[in-house]
């Protein structure tokens, strides 16, 4: 059982920073891919980022790519989003998750049987 908790989230204007960061509660956190999803209102939940055990493979959605990035920490069982040049577009609940990668669908989320209560970013123009 992985249990993950989000914080970093906030309003922020457009064009500038924020960073999230997950928790998560194992002891095996280093056998675990690495990701976020996030969900707008009245939207699908979609894939942002994932990195693998040991960060040799590191994803992006195309409409987050060149502004976010993300990193992991195994000492400290943390993942984090840094996250720039926020658009308006980029406003809804971010979810840490936990799981396994694979090459082809790493932006599945059914590789992801665990999953954070999410945390609120919020773009103002």
């Known amino acids: 059982q992985v249990q993950l908790v989000e914080s970093g989230g906030g309003l922020v204007q457009a064009g500038g920073s924020l960073r999230l960061s997950c928790a998560a509660s194992?002891?095996?956190?280093?056998?675990?891919?690495m990701g976020w999803f996030r969900q707008a209102p009245g939207k699908e939940r979609e894939f942002v980022a994932a990195?693998?055990?040991?960060?040799?493979?590191?994803h992006f959605a195309d409409s987050v790519k060149g502004r976010f990035t993300i990193r992991r920490d195994n000492g400290k069982n943390m993942v984090y989003l840094q996250m720039n040049s926020l658009k308006n577009e980029d406003t809804a609940v971010y979810y840490c998750?936990?799981?396994?990668?694979?090459?082809?669908?790493?932006?599945?989320?059914?590789?992801?049987?665990?999953w954070g209560q999410g945390t609120q970013v919020t773009v103002s123009s």
């Open positions: 990195i693998s055990v040991t960060s040799s493979y590191i």
């Open positions: 998750v936990a799981g396994t990668y694979y090459s082809t669908s790493y932006d599945s989320a059914r590789n992801y049987p665990y």
């Open positions: 194992t002891r095996t956190f280093s056998s675990y891919a």
